[in-house]
């Protein structure tokens, strides 16, 4: 059976195909991803923005999909399972890119929801330590407002949360780290 040939294949078709055919998986996982090559390059640049990465980030997806696609289920929509392989993919490849650049963060980005007077502190602080404490949700949210530079309605499309539970989220966040750099609760020392 010559599978490029036939045209009249559906994505479960050729997924049955490519889990049942070892001898045509590659040719198989050509032609079902062959819909999807621009959109998934184009999310890959969109999540990582880095042009020099891209190649290597996008080939890793690639490779996952093939890796996962004996053990797919035909749950869901081919395409969303597909995007959220390429999603975890690429928020590994910025973990681990970012994860060398979070040493030294200004103070004046916490600053912003304070109305507490500053105290003696140094300008720059360690922020691996203050983000050890914080939960994954909350880390989260401060890596890709902070060192990814994503505005608050981009990170609630790559969270899949609402534009109001993002800044919730993030207010929570950033008061956490207030409260771990200034003190809890200053206002309960009245002389």
Not at 16 to 26: A, D
Not at 55 to 68: E, K, N
Request: charged fraction near 25%; charge should be neutral.
């Amino acid at each position: 059976m010559n599978v490029l040939n036939n045209g009249f294949l559906n994505e479960s078709d050729l997924v049955y195909i490519f889990k049942n055919n070892t001898l045509k998986r590659n040719e198989i996982f050509s032609l079902l991803m062959k819909p999807y090559w621009s959109s998934l390059y184009s999310r890959c640049m969109y999540r990582i923005n880095d042009s020099d990465s891209l190649d290597d980030v996008v080939q890793d997806v690639l490779l996952r999909i093939y890796q996962a696609l004996p053990k797919y289920c035909h749950q869901g929509v081919f395409r969303t399972w597909i995007y959220t392989i390429a999603d975890n993919v690429c928020y590994s490849h910025l973990a681990k890119k970012n994860k060398y650049y979070k040493k030294n963060v200004s103070i004046n980005n916490i600053e912003p929801i304070s109305d507490y007077n500053q105290v003696n502190i140094d300008d720059k602080i360690d922020m691996d330590i203050l983000l050890d404490e914080l939960s994954y949700n909350e880390q989260e949210i401060i890596d890709l407002r902070f060192y990814q530079d994503l505005t608050l309605l981009e990170i609630s499309d790559v969270l899949c949360i609402t534009i109001s539970a993002c800044k919730m989220r993030l207010y929570r966040a950033l008061k956490l780290l207030h409260e771990m750099l200034f003190g809890k609760n200053k206002s309960y020392k009245k002389s």
